[in-house]
């Protein structure tokens, strides 16, 4: 069965990368242009010098290891527990009508997230009262709500254009 993602082409003359296979999903790995290849050859460059700089840095402190068990712990944290949970919502959300605004509310959500936790989760006292002057609980809930109110009204806008174009396109014209 072709679709709109393999180019209409049978499945023994597809060109491109191997198909990953999931039931229900189609994908293609696609492979990279020589302008991609560029690009990540010239970020390539910075990163390393990044890299060093970073690594020279680490050498300098007269205790390193909390800064270790720090990027340990971030990088064990994004493989055990982000990277999985962003794969299977990706997964569940592929076949929404409107998974652009979900995904888009998703990565919002997130952000949102990332952000305001370390404040939320350990709050420092400071000198100054006008440092954090805010609910910052209330208003990411606040932020939360409207995205997800926002996606939630994508999603129904979507829903209703794709059913008014159904209704047209099965109504019979009159000459």
């Known amino acids: 069965?072709?679709?709109r993602h393999d180019g209409g082409r049978p499945a023994a003359r597809r060109r491109g990368g191997g198909r990953l296979r999931w039931p229900g999903l189609r994908l293609r790995a696609a492979r990279p242009t020589p302008g991609m290849f560029w690009l990540r050859a010239?970020?390539?460059a910075p990163g390393l010098f990044f890299l060093a700089v970073g690594g020279r840095l680490l050498s300098r402190l007269p205790d390193p290891y909390p800064v270790?068990?720090?990027?340990?712990g971030a990088v064990l944290l994004h493989d055990a527990a982000i990277g999985p949970l962003v794969l299977a919502v990706g997964l569940l959300v592929a076949r929404l009508p409107a998974r652009a605004a979900v995904r888009t509310a998703l990565l919002t959500?997130?952000?949102l997230l990332l952000v305001t936790l370390p404040a939320l989760l350990r709050p420092r006292p400071t000198a100054?009262?006008?440092v954090l002057p805010l609910p910052y609980g209330r208003n990411l809930l606040v932020l939360l709500a409207v995205t997800a109110l926002s996606a939630l009204a994508a999603t129904a806008t979507a829903a209703l254009r794709a059913r008014r174009a159904a209704r047209t396109s099965r109504t019979p014209r009159r000459p």
Do not use: V
Request: glycine content about 18%; overall charge negative; charged content about 5%.
């Open 42 to 44: 010239g970020l390539l």
């Open 128 to 130: 100054n009262p006008s």
């Open 68 to 72: 270790l068990e720090w990027l340990a």
């Open 109 to 111: 959500g997130g952000a």
């Open 1 to 3: 069965m072709n679709s």
